[in-house]
């Protein structure tokens, strides 16, 4: 029997752009909250326009706004202010990731919702949180990736790299969402709701990127070293790394623990002197004598084919991994075996998006579609019971955005 949607019945209302506040409440949306996006008549999210590649729409933007109404409001315009504060009337979540000092500026900063909306729980993200001498700064992934050292420890010695996906965004709107959820558990099984106001939530890229760095942080806070990148490798563990093969692929073969490696040397690689070399009897060991290691695993897989070094691998109990380009894994069969794909309704078409990773029993997660600029903004309009006529008056006065078609 499919279970009702965990978060029916709650209503978030998002001033976001980019991914972080986005990927909040995407996943908010996953779980069935109603994500109303307020954008702006002119343009919308800036990450509709970063690029047209799925069908004439930003990839970032489909990826990160599927599920959600969009509602176009001219925010500067008293009007616009008006219309924002009925709909915060029945809001019970305003998620925004807007400038420093923004939504205070607009009248909807935490302290305003506390006398106005206390009801509503703000949920601010930010570069870099309050308090310190980078507050006021503007932040983006990229930048934020540089400031909390995530780019020093990626890519190779003198070559430091940005890890691919946007971590900072990805990671800071998850903990936003987690965060959220755990808010209203707590209303839900308070004995007197509604008798305070809703605590707010702040949460900015700047800490969760050096959270998400901790054991590089530690590491260099006991120990004075700056851990050297590695390309795809690990400064940890050793051996753990990227190997050519005969038929030109590269396998990934990792160890965590001694009795690995001794697996690994004696079954896989069939290199029983290193085995049995106390210079390699722990891992502090290996790691100091790593090069000899991946000279000696590099060696032999440049011997044979990935299937036989996987099988070797696997029969060892040794983990193991094809390394993949993103063409490759969006045709990965232990995607399509998992029917891991859905449709997604857009508004150029349907495309095929993965599901969220979380499994629950008796429930999907409904894979919304992906909106228009203002699709929904009559339609929201009307629902707070403006006529026609009013929200013509609105349009006329370029308080919200043309009708959408």
């Not at 692929?249 to 069939?270: F, H, K, M, P």
Request: hydrophobic share 40%; with cysteine.
């Amino acid at each position: 029997m499919a279970q009702e949607a965990p978060l029916r019945g709650i209503t978030v209302v998002a001033l976001e752009q980019a991914v972080s506040a986005p990927m909040c409440t995407r996943v908010l949306a996953d779980f069935g909250a109603r994500v109303i996006k307020v954008e702006n008549p002119t343009g919308g999210d800036f990450a509709r326009h970063y690029d047209d590649v799925v069908k004439g729409q930003a990839a970032h933007f489909v990826w990160a706004n599927r599920g959600k109404e969009s509602l176009t409001l001219d925010l500067k315009s008293p009007a616009g202010m008006a219309v924002l504060h009925r709909l915060l009337d029945g809001a019970d979540v305003l998620v925004s990731n807007l400038a420093p000092g923004a939504t205070a500026r607009m009248g909807i900063g935490a302290t305003d919702l506390k006398h106005r909306h206390p009801h509503v729980i703000p949920v601010e993200i930010d570069g870099y949180g309050a308090g310190g001498p980078l507050s006021h700064k503007r932040a983006y992934d990229l930048l934020i990736q540089a400031e909390a050292g995530a780019c020093a420890v990626t890519g190779y010695p003198d070559m430091p790299a940005k890890p691919g996906p946007p971590v900072a965004d990805i990671s800071t709107g998850l903990y936003s969402a987690l965060s959220i959820l755990a808010v209203l558990y707590a209303r839900k099984g308070a004995a007197e709701p509604g008798a305070g106001p809703a605590p707010a939530v702040a949460v900015s890229l700047f800490d969760t990127m050096t959270d998400i760095m901790g054991y590089q942080l530690a590491y260099t806070q006991h120990s004075g070293i700056d851990q050297q990148p590695l390309g795809m490798s690990s400064p940890a563990v050793a051996p753990y790394g990227a190997y050519p093969t005969r038929d030109e692929q590269t396998v990934v073969l990792g160890t965590t623990n001694d009795r690995e490696w001794q697996r690994l040397a004696r079954e896989i690689i069939e290199r029983p002197d290193l085995a049995g070399d106390p210079a390699f009897a722990t891992n502090a060991e290996r790691v100091a004598h790593r090069d000899i290691l991946n000279d000696a695993i590099g060696s032999w897989c440049a011997r044979h084919d990935l299937a036989h070094i996987q099988k070797k691998a696997d029969d060892a109990g040794i983990g193991n991994s094809r390394y993949n380009r993103p063409s490759e894994v969006v045709a990965h069969p232990h995607l399509s075996a998992r029917d891991r794909w859905r449709a997604v309704e857009t508004p150029n078409g349907e495309i095929s998006a993965l599901l969220p990773p979380p499994v629950i029993e008796g429930f999907e997660q409904s894979m919304g579609a992906v909106p228009g600029l203002g699709q929904h903004t009559d339609a929201i309009l009307g629902g707070l019971g403006l006529s026609v006529d009013d929200i013509s008056a609105l349009r006329e006065q370029g308080a919200i955005g043309p009708a959408y078609s």
